[in-house]
């Protein structure tokens, strides 16, 4: 029995110390997703969405994580009701049928140990495509406001995607096919 003892001994503390992923809630107040269009190539058309909400599974030792990440498209906010209205049409958004969009990243690429992109597909219209979000900045630890700390992950990304592999072509070529998407991002552990 003292040798199998002293083995399980042994290759207890030879094992490697894996650290633990930690779930992270969105913080929907400190978290925007923005989008941009050409509009018949003069300006650009730009909008948010207003509800949203995600879950991200990271682990800040090692830079392995996944997201869950959706927008309600009912909330898309121009300031201009009447493009509002357009945009939750069947003619793009189609709200109605589909009233979430979603990003599920399942791959975070890390480089010198700075988190530099997520990679992973986002569904819109019922249509599936890869999507790429390319990290401005990114980082982790404690911040502490009025005498509260709290642990916080955070940063900005952004991305590009045709709107039109996604079926949404009205009024293509005067409004752009190429949509810009700016993602700030921030989440604290899940309770």
Same mark, same amino acid.
């Given at each position: 029995?003292?040798?199998? +003892?002293?083995?399980?001994? +042994? +290759?207890?503390?030879?094992?490697?110390?894996?650290?633990?992923? @930690?779930?992270?809630?969105?913080?929907?107040?400190?978290?925007?997703?923005?989008?941009?269009?050409?509009?018949?190539?003069?300006?650009?058309?730009?909008?948010?969405?207003?509800?949203?909400?995600?879950?991200?599974?990271?682990?800040?030792? $090692?830079?392995?994580?996944?997201? #869950?990440? $959706?927008?309600?498209?009912?909330?898309?906010?121009?300031?201009?009701?009447?493009?509002?209205?357009?945009?939750?049409?069947?003619?793009?958004? #189609?709200?109605?049928?589909?009233?979430?969009?979603?990003?599920?990243?399942?791959?975070? @690429?890390?480089?010198?140990?700075?988190?530099?992109?997520?990679?992973?597909?986002?569904?819109? +219209?019922?249509?599936? %495509?890869?999507?790429?979000?390319?990290?401005?900045?990114?980082?982790?630890?404690?911040?502490?406001?009025?005498?509260?700390?709290?642990?916080?992950?955070?940063?900005?990304? %952004?991305?590009?995607?045709?709107?039109?592999?996604?079926?949404? $072509?009205?009024?293509?070529?005067?409004?752009?096919?190429?949509? $810009?998407? %700016?993602?700030?991002?921030?989440?604290?552990?899940?309770?």
């Amino acid at each position: 029995m003292l040798p199998r +003892l002293l083995i399980a001994a +042994l +290759l207890g503390a030879s094992a490697p110390t894996w650290a633990a992923p @930690v779930n992270y809630n969105v913080d929907p107040t400190h978290t925007a997703v923005y989008f941009g269009a050409s509009h018949f190539d003069r300006t650009t058309v730009r909008g948010r969405f207003n509800k949203l909400d995600g879950r991200i599974l990271y682990d800040p030792a $090692t830079g392995v994580g996944s997201i #869950d990440f $959706t927008v309600d498209t009912d909330s898309v906010d121009t300031g201009n009701r009447s493009l509002d209205g357009v945009l939750r049409s069947p003619q793009f958004f #189609d709200s109605q049928n589909f009233p979430v969009a979603r990003f599920q990243g399942n791959r975070f @690429v890390v480089e010198g140990g700075k988190l530099v992109a997520v990679e992973g597909q986002v569904s819109l +219209l019922g249509v599936t %495509h890869p999507l790429r979000l390319e990290a401005d900045r990114f980082s982790c630890g404690r911040v502490v406001l009025f005498g509260v700390g709290r642990d916080v992950c955070g940063g900005d990304f %952004h991305a590009s995607l045709p709107r039109s592999a996604f079926g949404m $072509t009205r009024f293509l070529p005067d409004v752009g096919d190429t949509v $810009t998407l %700016h993602i700030s991002v921030e989440a604290t552990p899940a309770q």
